[in-house]
């Protein structure tokens, strides 16, 4: 019975030491929000039309989002293709969109971009703003990556894709994606 008792209050004690089974306020924040990203031009896992290519008019497609968390104080957009034979290629940065933000609208380029609040980040063209799909042979996937963040970022306008990334870390409060695919004909 002893041994028994001993057990018990050693299991109880390790249940307490990793936090028990209630989530703790940390451990809630470490996982962000998903938000749905959604496109007006494809549907997820759809086929990116034409005009938003190389092959049309290279014109960003309109973007909405919803289930931004409490504390979103910006967001930023990213669009790369995983598929591209030199390693993944970098389309669209965009970043310190204002938290009131639901979507971007179609062709929104580079001056649109900052009246609209938002900073315009470097491709993998060395480009400023959106450069749309042009994949060499084969479908490529191109994901349309949005996060949420509790701060308005401290980089320079024409930041890359790295830049990025690093100065979010720590910031995330919510994230989400919309995957569209595309082939040359």
């Not at 962000?32 to 290519?53: C, E, R």
Request: include cysteine.
């Amino acid at each position: 019975m002893k041994r028994l008792a001993v057990a018990g209050i050693a299991l109880l004690a390790l249940v307490f030491a990793c936090g028990g089974s209630e989530p703790s306020a940390t451990k809630e924040a470490s996982m962000p929000a998903t938000l749905k990203v959604t496109s007006p031009a494809f549907a997820d896992s759809g086929m990116i039309p034409a005009v938003h290519t190389c092959d049309g008019e290279d014109r960003s497609p309109a973007l909405a989002w919803s289930g931004a968390p409490r504390g979103t104080a910006s967001f930023a957009l990213i669009c790369d293709d995983p598929d591209a034979p030199a390693g993944t290629w970098v389309h669209w940065v965009l970043f310190n969109i204002p938290a009131d933000s639901t979507g971007l609208p179609e062709g929104l380029s580079e001056d649109g971009s900052r009246k609209l609040g938002a900073l315009v980040g470097k491709n993998s063209w060395k480009r400023l703003g959106y450069g749309g799909p042009c994949p060499p042979g084969g479908t490529h996937r191109y994901y349309f990556k949005l996060y949420a963040l509790d701060v308005r970022l401290a980089i320079a306008d024409g930041a890359d894709k790295q830049a990025l990334e690093k100065a979010m870390t720590g910031h995330l409060l919510g994230e989400g994606q919309l995957m569209g695919r595309y082939q040359r004909r």
